[in-house]
């Protein structure tokens, strides 16, 4: 299959890019830069020059493959409503471009949205995006939902909000930056709320199956553990970069989150039952507190010069019985 991937070269999709291409797949990744494109050639991709604002380019990379999967989201944190309308106007473009032909469209969306509108609950994949919302998120799961009405394969994955692995770039990996630069760990309240969470390669994993078979209409979660309580990763942090943890009332969240200040204190428990019925998915990389216990990023903050307790350097190669397929693949950055 000749799967058309945006974000191709992110933390998820350059996983998703080698789960591709190791699986016997032709990728084709959307590139906005001169380092983008040399990284796609490196993993062995084909380039598609072009960005989400550049719905033309967008219909063109689409038209020419066999099945598309959409990761890329802007990184302007600043105006997330506008990152959304941009999400929204690149998944229709994509599905305009395979309207009628059965392909596939796969579509990332975010646990976290379960919090929003079914708060206290167990986020199930049978909790539908609210009919009519302009949400971020939420409005390119109903753009999905549209477009599978209109011969298109179309499906979500919604990931959870603690993506980890090696080279983070996620959230998880901004709450480290967070303590190393404030010297102390935090969560909000008494931390026993709660975030899923997913192995990069194990997300990777299930975006492949999913543009395989995953059936129109479908909502799939990207969720290996349902949820992990923000006070266990703040002490994990805190332990490993040796600073303080402290709890944080809601008013001083703002300061030490910044942007992640509305999204730390969520409860966001969900489930993936239903994904690995349906997509016989089954998460096999390491959880998420072990492998924040072995991640090297540690001994580079300067909160934690003596971490001479840290194990080799991973570089950026899956943890054994993760992804033997990817091994030798080059390193995507």
Known sequence: MRVFVTGATGYIGSAVVRELIATGHEVVGLARSDTAAAALTTAGAAVHRGCLGDLDSLRTGAAAADGVIHLAFSRDVSDYVDAGKLDVGAVEA?????????KPLVVTSATLLLAMVAPGCRGTEEVPPVPGSTAPRIAAENAVMALAEQGVRASVVRLAPAVHGEGGRGL????????????????VGDGTNRWPAVHRWDAARLF????ETAPARSILHGVAEEGVPLRAIAEVIGRRLRV???????DEAGCHFEFLADLVPLDNLASSDLTRQRLGWSPRCP????????????????????????????GDQP???CCPAMAEQPTLG
Not at 208 to 211: D, N, S
Not at 245 to 250: A, C, E, F, I
Not at 289 to 300: I, V
């Open 172 to 187: 998880i990996s901004r709450l480290v930056d967070l303590a190393c630069e404030r010297g102390v760990s935090a969560y």
């Open 208 to 211: 492949r199956l999913a543009v």
């Open 94 to 102: 994509l599905g305009a471009a395979l309207a009628g032909t059965g």
């Open 244 to 250: 303080p943890v402290v709890s944080l009332t809601p």
């Open 319 to 321: 943890a054994p019985g």
């Open 287 to 314: 959880a998420l507190l072990p492998d924040l216990e072995a991640d090297p990023r540690f001994a580079t903050c300067a909160s934690a010069p003596e971490a001479t307790d840290d194990p080799a350097p991973r």
